[in-house]
């Protein structure tokens, strides 16, 4: 989809019957019986449904892929192999094609992959939660998001520096490699450590103060990510005995006197409204924000749709809905990759590049 944003032509290739199973994860479902969690990554495709089992449909992909850019798929080890569609040859055979495979855990690996059993596995779901709560998932699929940008962004790599030789043109990413890739900083906190990561909550293994407070009404953050945020910090709650203490003057005194940090700033931020207290830290310069809904977000989020999902994170336009199942199989069996062209489409055409995702 983040491709499509840019003005990728996408067919989107699908199991004929049941198609893409996330049109089934639901409710909620729209009018037209479409799943919020298909609508939310497919904006800007075409849809084709085939059966991999019917040579004439066998055929048809041979066709589109001859043409495209980029092929993505998702398909776990030899099956696509067992059907006569070897990426490897197609690859060698069509000179300008990039194709990208994603895995659930590795190039090598068989099992199927989903979005919670990769945070299971990847180390996520070990420091997320309270210190002494059960392990926790984060509340999106994330490992689902951050391997497809992942993709994106390889695909956009390989894509910049194509050459005819094959080299660099077959690419290979993971939920898993992409899981293990985001745990940037408490990555390193053991690797130079030699200690495993603990859970902390809402609260931070290496800033004081960085966490969640209780403000009188609603519950805010505030990030204090140096030691001029923290004099401002202190100032704008008035704190004079933690500004004034020279043991708190840089982080590593504030790690060691978390305690004392949090209740005191924990005891003042509970006296006025959060908005109060949003206002004063954002005026002197300390990161903050107050935990707002979804639905908040949404609210006051310029072209969120019910249909075409939130805006581009990348500045990418949407120009077309999230396809029916098969709604343009006639339309590409018979004119493939030209049928970006055709007036009836809703939206405009682009040309370049072409990529399938199936």
Request: net charge negative; glycine share 12%.
């Amino acid at each position: 989809m983040l491709l499509a944003d840019l003005g990728a032509d996408v067919i989107k290739v699908e199991r004929a019957g049941q198609g893409d199973e996330t049109r089934g994860w639901g409710p909620p479902f729209d009018e037209r019986g479409e799943s919020a969690y298909f609508l939310s990554v497919n904006r800007n495709k075409l849809s084709v449904a085939v059966d991999l089992d019917r040579p004439d449909d066998i055929d048809l992909l041979r066709r589109l892929i001859s043409e495209a850019d980029v092929v993505i798929d998702n398909f776990r080890r030899g099956a696509l192999e067992r059907r006569g569609i070897d990426p490897e040859a197609l690859v060698v055979a069509h000179r300008r094609l990039i194709w990208c495979t994603i895995t659930g855990f590795g190039r090598e690996s068989t099992r199927p992959g989903y979005d919670f059993v990769t945070q299971a596995e990847s180390g996520w779901m070990a420091i997320t939660g309270e210190p002494g709560g059960d392990p926790m998932k984060v509340g999106v699929a994330l490992a689902d998001v951050l391997a497809g940008k992942d993709t994106a962004i390889a695909v956009l790599g390989a894509l910049v520096a194509r050459s005819g030789s094959g080299v660099g043109r077959r690419i290979f990413t993971s939920l898993a490699e992409s899981a293990v890739a985001a745990l940037g900083n408490v990555a390193q906190n053991v690797l130079v450590s030699g200690q495993d990561a603990a859970r902390w909550g809402n609260a931070h293994p290496n800033l004081v103060p960085y966490q969640l407070f209780r403000a009188a009404d609603r519950a805010l953050v505030i990030a204090v990510g140096s030691d001029a945020q923290w004099k401002q910090c202190v100032g704008a709650l008035e704190l004079a005995e933690l500004a004034d203490d020279p043991r708190l003057a840089t982080n590593a005194g504030r790690l060691e006197h978390r305690v004392r940090v949090v209740s005191a700033i924990a005891a003042r931020v509970g006296e006025r409204p959060a908005a109060h207290w949003q206002r004063v830290l954002t005026d002197t310069g300390v990161p903050t924000g107050v935990v707002r809904t979804v639905l908040e977000v949404l609210s006051e989020t310029a072209g969120a749709s019910a249909l075409f999902g939130v805006p581009s994170s990348v500045g990418g336009s949407v120009r077309r809905p999230p396809p029916r199942l098969d709604e343009h199989g006639a339309l590409v069996r018979a004119n493939g990759w030209a049928s970006f062209g055709d007036p009836g489409l809703p939206g405009p055409g682009v040309t370049s590049p072409s990529l399938i995702s199936s």
